[in-house]
C-alpha cells in the first residue's frame, strides 16, 4: 500500500535507473525530512501509466519493498506531526521530537539504502530481508530513545499484519507495547500501537477483540485532554470497520459518522473521503438507499478533486462498489469494479489478492444483475482463485470464498452436482477459518437438501450453525441466514415437527435485514413450503403471492431454488 508522497519516496530511492534514482543518500534523507515536515517533496510522481505499465511490470520485488518501507514511513511520521499537534507543551519536549525524527529519518534512509537495487546482488528487493535488517539494527539504533524504538515496531508490526504475517505481526507488536510500558506520557504513541493491534485483530479474523482494543485505542488517545484529532478519526474508522465485521451496522454508522466530523475539523481530504466511503457502505447495509447514494456521490466527488493516490483511489472504488452492489444497483457497482480493478492492476499487479478479491465482487455483481451474466460471474471467479492459488502464505485463504463462489453459479445454472462438488472443495479449503467453513457448510446443505440427501444436509447444516454462532454470536446477519438453511433441512424431513422452527428462522431474518429485505421473501420460501406440506394450502398461497415478485428478481429462472420455488407456487394452485 503506497501513499502520496510516501510512494514518490520510496519508488524513486528503490529505481533501477541511476538517472531516475537519488543521487545520494543525503538527497534521500532530505526528502524525507522535508516529508516528516510537511513540505513538498523532491521526488515527483510519474503518471500512472509509467508506473503501472513499465516500473510494476520489471521490478515488482522492488515495489513490495517500497509497499512496506512506505507503512513504516507512514507510521514513523508521526513523530513530527505529534509534536505539531502538542504546541502547548514546552519548547524542550518540541525540540525532543525533532531530535527524535531526525534519527529515525536517518535509520529509514540507511534502511532504504540496503534495498537500493544497485548496492546489492539481488535482482529484486525481499520484503523479507529489508523488515529483518530493520528489526535486527533497532536495538542499536535506537538504544536511549525506546519511544523511536516502539514507534518503529509498531510500524514493522503494522507491515507484517497487511501482509498477513500474523504471528510475526503478533510478537512486534507485544514488544512495542512492553517497551511502551515503561515510557511516561506517551498516550498517543500507545493509542497508535493498540490500533495496529485492533487491526491485527480485524485481518486475522477476530472483530470482536478488535472492537475491544480500538476502544482502548481511543480512550489512551484521548486521556488528559490532547487529543490528536487525526489518530482519533483514524482509530475511530478502525473500530467501525469492526462492528461492520459483527454485524452492528448501526453502531458502525454513529462510529463512522464521528470519524467524518473528526476529518473534516483537520482538514484531511483523504480522511473525509474514507469517511464518505464508510458511511455510504454502513447505509447500504442498512438500506438507506438515499443516504448511501449521497455519500458515495460525495466520495467520487471528493476523488475527483483531491490529489488520491491510484492505491487509495482503486481502494476506494471497490468499497463503493460493494455498496452499490448492497443497493442492487449493478450497473454503478459493475462500473466502480471494473475501473477499481485496472487502476489497483497498475499498482499492484494483476496477480495480487487485492485484484483477486475485487474480481469476485465484480463477479458476484455479474451474477446478480436482473439479466445475470453467468459466464462472466464464471470466468472473474475462476481468475479470482487462480489468483489465490499463487499468492504466498495466508492469502490462500481466499480459495474458499472463491470456490463457494463458483459453486454458487452452478446453482445457478442447474447444475446441483457440479455445485455441491463446488463447496465439498470451499469447505476442505476453508482449513481452520471458521467463517469460511460456516458458509461453506451452509451452501453445501442447501443443495443437499434439494437432492434430497437430508441426513447429510441436516449434519452440514447443524455444523455450520455450531460454528457461525460460536464466530459471530446470535444476533450476526450470518446466524440468521444460516439458521434459516438449517431450519428448511428439518422441515424437509418433518414439516410438522419442525414449523415453528422455520417461522422462528423468518423472525430472525428480518430482524437482522429489516422487514421487506429481499432475504426476508427468501426465507418466506420455505415457510410456504412448509405450509403447503403440512396441510395449510391458504396460507402458502397467501405468502407466496406476497414474496413472488422479490423470488423472481433474485433469483435466475435456471437457479435451483427458482426452480423450487415455482413447482411450491404449482403445487399450492
Not at 498516550?187 to 486475522?204: H, N, S, T
Not at 428478481?553 to 403445487?571: C, L, M
Request: glycine residues 8%.
Amino acid at each position: 500500500e503506497l501513499a502520496g508522497d510516501v510512494d514518490v519516496i520510496c519508488l524513486k530511492a528503490l529505481r533501477k535507473e541511476p538517472e531516475r534514482r537519488y543521487a545520494s543518500a543525503e538527497a534521500l534523507g532530505d526528502d524525507i525530512r522535508r516529508h516528516l515536515d510537511g513540505r513538498p517533496v523532491d521526488a515527483q510522481p510519474d503518471t500512472l501509466r509509467y508506473r503501472a505499465r513499465t516500473f510494476v511490470r520489471r521490478n515488482r520485488g522492488a515495489v513490495a519493498a517500497a509497499a512496506a518501507i512506505a507503512a513504516l514511513l507512514a507510521g514513523l511520521a508521526g513523530t513530527a506531526s505529534w509534536a505539531a499537534v502538542t504546541t502547548a507543551r514546552q519548547a524542550e519536549a518540541v525540540a525532543e521530537e525533532r531530535d527524535r525524527a531526525e534519527g529515525l529519518a536517518d535509520y529509514l534512509v540507511g534502511l532504504l539504502g540496503e534495498a537500493d537495487p544497485f548496492q546489492t546482488s539481488q535482482q529484486s528487493v525481499s520484503v523479507d530481508g529489508l523488515i529483518d535488517r530493520g528489526i535486527a539494527t533497532i536495538d542499536e539504533a535506537f538504544a536511549d530513545d525506546p519511544l523511536a524504538r516502539a514507534r518503529t515496531l509498531t510500524a514493522f508490526g503494522s507491515i507484517e499484519t497487511r501482509l498477513g504475517r500474523f504471528d510475526r505481526a503478533d510478537s512486534l507488536l507485544t514488544l512495542a507495547e512492553s517497551v511502551l510500558a515503561d515510557v511516561p506520557g506517551a498516550d498517543v504513541p500507545v493509542a497508535v500501537a493498540l490500533g495496529e493491534r485492533g487491526a491485527y485483530f480485524a485481518a486475522a479474523g477476530d472483530p470482536v477483540a478488535a472492537d475491544s482494543v480500538y476502544r482502548l485505542a481511543l480512550a489512551r488517545a484521548t486521556a488528559g485532554g490532547q487529543a490528536d484529532p487525526s489518530v482519533e478519526g483514524s482509530l475511530a474508522s478502525g473500530l467501525g470497520t469492526a462492528l461492520v465485521y459483527q454485524g452492528r451496522y448501526s453502531a458502525a454508522d454513529s462510529v463512522f459518522a464521528q470519524s467524518l466530523t473528526l476529518a473534516q475539523a483537520t482538514g484531511d481530504a483523504r480522511a473525509t473521503m474514507t469517511a464518505y466511503v464508510n458511511l455510504a457502505e454502513t447505509a447500504a447495509y442498512l438500506s438507506d438507499t438515499t443516504r448511501a447514494l449521497r455519500r458515495t456521490d460525495d466520495a467520487v466527488s471528493l476523488l475527483d478533486q483531491a490529489e488520491i493516490p491510484p492505491a487509495v483511489r482503486g481502494r476506494t472504488l471497490f468499497t463503493l462498489g460493494t455498496a452499490m452492489t448492497l443497493l442492487e444497483r449493478f450497473d454503478r457497482a459493475i462500473a466502480l469494479f471494473q475501473e477499481a480493478i485496472e487502476v489497483q492492476s497498475g499498482v499492484l499487479g494483476p496477480m495480487h489478492p487485492d485484484i483477486a478479491t475485487m474480481r469476485n465482487n465484480l463477479g458476484l455483481a455479474l451474477q446478480n444483475q436482473p439479466s445475470p451474466d453467468l459466464d462472466g460471474a464464471l470466468a472473474e471467479f475462476r481468475t479470482a482463485y487462480t489468483i489465490y492459488a499463487s499468492a504466498p502464505g495466508d492469502a490462500t485463504r481466499g480459495l474458499s470464498p472463491a470456490e463457494g463462489n463458483i459453486g454458487a453459479v452452478h446453482a445457478d445454472a442447474g447444475r446441483l452436482d457440479s455445485a455441491a462438488a463446488a463447496y465439498r472443495r470451499a469447505v476442505r479449503l476453508a482449513g481452520d477459518d471458521p467463517l469460511d467453513d460456516a458458509v461453506g457448510r451452509h451452501n453445501l446443505a442447501g443443495i443437499l437438501r434439494v437432492q434430497g440427501r437430508l441426513p447429510e444436509a441436516e449434519r452440514q447444516a447443524t455444523r455450520a450453525v455450531e460454528v457461525i454462532r460460536a464466530t459471530v454470536g446470535d444476533d450476526h446477519p450470518y446466524t440468521a441466514i444460516i439458521g434459516m438453511t438449517l431450519a428448511s433441512v428439518r422441515a424437509a424431513r418433518d414439516p410438522a415437527g419442525a414449523l415453528d422452527e422455520v417461522r422462528e428462522a423468518v423472525e430472525a431474518t428480518d430482524a437482522a435485514f429489516g422487514e421487506g429485505h429481499w432475504r426476508g421473501a427468501i426465507a418466506r420460501t420455505h415457510l410456504s413450503r412448509t405450509l403447503l406440506q403440512t396441510g395449510d394450502g391458504a396460507g402458502a398461497r397467501r405468502l407466496i403471492g406476497e414474496i413472488a415478485p422479490a423470488v423472481r428478481q433474485q433469483w435466475a429462472p435456471t437457479n435451483v431454488y427458482r426452480v423450487e420455488f415455482e413447482q411450491t407456487v404449482r403445487s399450492a394452485r
